[in-house]
């Protein structure tokens, strides 16, 4: 049985010879009864609530959890009826809120949900698994209360704990800097998105999910939450420095992004047999990308000074992936040894290597991987550290400032301008130029 990936939950499977239902857990198989019951189904949900407040994800999970009977054709919770809305007092609070599930019960019922819908094809969780926790980790202060009795200004109540709260990144002095409006907002969003969901369970009543969504976001200079920094271009002059510190193959790597101007995801899941050369501009379809979901095709073009550094990476099997760390490392250490000036000893000459070490020769660099590559590389060169995205904001200003917004369009990919201006801004240039022909 293959591991599951970091984040995602354990999946209830149907052992077929005894007819009975499983989950492992911590190495161990579980039997939660016969494969389809309702006895399983709960017990399964009692699990996986006592897991995610394990994982400490913030949710405070009080038994027993819901228990969802496949069987019922109208989706209710076994033993609960429709929960039924009774208009909220002034605290917010619901006068009398319907004999319904708790609010931890819901979000280990929708996370359950959505570690199965919010997969990739290769297994990983998509990004969207992390906003989720996110906003159940928000939702923590308030596991034991009624999903029914969640109102506005409870909210509200958790917007503003919000901005007091710390976030991840760090300041110049290593002190956590406070949460970002936008991150704010998106943790608010995802909380009416598990509301809707559980509306369309029939979990609780649609106009439970319509109070919530009501409450407005923050609003620029309209909070004391810090703005998130905006994500500029980085200049071709700390590119050039940062090259001389990467190792050869991540340098082409940056090479070609900062040519194609494509997603960092993209550069890393390139294969030759996702090029092709039938034509004298190449044409890149990756085998998956962000908008796959959305039923878009993606086509990357790929010029003559892409072409030149490409060409030696396509000489091997079509489905291997061009960017190997595997690869990579081994070239690092043939220079090491190349460069080595004491002679080997007899026992370091005679090890012999771990045939039994779990390391895939073929797995290609990650989004992660690529940008803690560039991270090193940026401190050694002395520049300020900038991450992959920032290539396709270069390339994307390049475009606009040479040709045109259709052309920055065109190289990003985009469906709309209005999203390709977010990468290509307006050049400062032009507008001096333009005053000092008409002002």
Aim: with cysteine; hydrophobic share 35%.
């Amino acid at each position: 049985m293959g591991r599951r990936a970091r984040g995602q939950l354990p999946q209830m499977r149907h052992h077929k010879r005894s007819g009975t239902a499983r989950v492992r857990v911590d190495g161990r198989e579980i039997q939660l009864g016969r494969w389809g019951s309702p006895q399983a189904q709960q017990r399964y949900f009692k699990i996986i609530a006592d897991l995610i407040r394990r994982q400490d994800l913030g949710v405070d999970v009080a038994p027993p959890p819901v228990d969802l009977d496949p069987s019922e054709p109208s989706g209710h919770p076994v033993g609960l009826e429709p929960a039924t809305f009774t208009p909220a007092d002034g605290d917010g609070h619901h006068q009398s809120p319907a004999q319904g599930i708790t609010i931890a019960q819901m979000c280990a019922a929708y996370l359950a949900d959505v570690d199965k819908k919010y997969v990739q094809p290769d297994g990983r969780p998509t990004s969207t698994v992390g906003n989720v926790k996110m906003a159940l980790r928000a939702l923590g202060p308030y596991g034991n209360f009624p999903a029914a009795g969640f109102g506005p200004r409870l909210l509200r109540k958790v917007q503003e704990d919000l901005v007091q709260q710390e976030g991840r990144r760090k300041g110049p002095d290593g002190r956590r800097l406070p949460k970002f409006r936008k991150t704010i907002n998106r943790t608010i969003s995802g909380i009416c998105r598990v509301f809707k969901w559980a509306v369309s369970m029939e979990l609780v009543a649609a106009p439970v999910y319509q109070a919530l969504v009501t409450v407005e976001p923050l609003r620029k200079q309209r909070t004391t939450a810090p703005e998130l920094p905006e994500v500029e271009a980085v200049p071709d002059a700390d590119i050039e420095k940062t090259l001389p510190h990467l190792p050869e193959i991540v340098a082409d790597m940056v090479r070609v992004h900062r040519l194609l101007g494509c997603r960092p995801s993209e550069i890393c899941a390139l294969r030759p047999s996702d090029v092709d050369r039938s034509r004298d501009i190449w044409a890149y379809r990756p085998q998956k990308h962000k908008n796959e979901w959305r039923e878009q095709k993606r086509r990357i073009s790929i010029g003559p000074k892409a072409q030149a550094i490409l060409a030696r990476y396509l000489d091997r099997p079509p489905t291997r992936p061009c960017f190997v760390p595997a690869e990579s490392e081994a070239k690092r250490n043939a220079m090491r040894r190349k460069g080595r000036q004491s002679p080997m000893t007899p026992s370091h000459r005679e090890r012999r290597r771990n045939r039994r070490r779990k390391f895939d020769p073929d797995k290609p660099y990650t989004d992660d991987t690529y940008r803690r590559a560039i991270h090193r590389a940026c401190k050694k060169a002395g520049v300020q550290v900038w991450s992959p995205n920032q290539l396709r904001h270069a390339a994307a200003e390049e475009a606009r400032e040479k040709l045109s917004l259709d052309a920055a369009q065109a190289r990003l990919g985009h469906k709309h301008a209005k999203v390709t201006e977010v990468y290509a801004k307006r050049q400062e240039d032009r507008a001096d130029d333009v005053a000092r022909m008409l002002g």
